[in-house]
């Protein structure tokens, strides 16, 4: 079964090899493999500052965590908006239905919320795909990064 908590700071290095194994299998995949994007990893560091800032998230499939995101509150200042970030789910759990079902809990456990936005790397066409496969709209696209943005009526 999935589900999710929120991350708690035992988490943390489990978080950050989520993301580099994530962020790495996207760079291998559709980055050409230069690592461009592997600097977005973070560190244990910036994990606590956001576990303290904003609500991140542990994506859980029977007790064994497979993923992670955060849910910013801060790039906008309408009172029912979130945009998460960093939403990855380790590879070898992808393509399972997971991401699709980890989206649908964030959204039913976060109902006040209306207005959904993300951005994704470019070269992230699963990401891309999922995505919009929940019904994000495709609003824009920067020189590395497609936004997405869902409202909720």
């Not at 992230?124 to 709209?137: A, D």
């Amino acid at each position: 079964m999935i589900y999710l908590e929120k991350v708690q700071e035992e988490d943390a290095e489990r978080i950050f090899e989520i993301k580099r194994l994530a962020y790495t299998d996207e760079d291998t995949k559709f980055g050409g493999g230069r690592g461009d994007k592997l600097k977005y990893i973070g560190n244990l560091g910036f994990i606590s500052w956001c576990m303290n800032r904003f609500l991140l998230y542990k994506i859980m499939l029977d007790g064994i965590i497979i993923g992670t995101f955060w849910l910013d509150h801060e790039t906008d200042d309408r009172e029912h908006h979130f945009e998460v970030q960093d939403f990855c789910i380790i590879p070898e759990y992808h393509n399972k239905g997971y991401g699709t079902r980890a989206l649908e809990l964030m959204e039913k456990l976060h109902e006040n919320i209306k207005i959904w936005s993300l951005s994704t790397s470019i070269f992230s066409v699963t990401n891309q795909h999922l995505y919009e496969k929940m019904g994000y709209k495709r609003i824009g696209q920067t020189e590395g990064k497609v936004l997405y943005k869902k409202i909720i009526e």
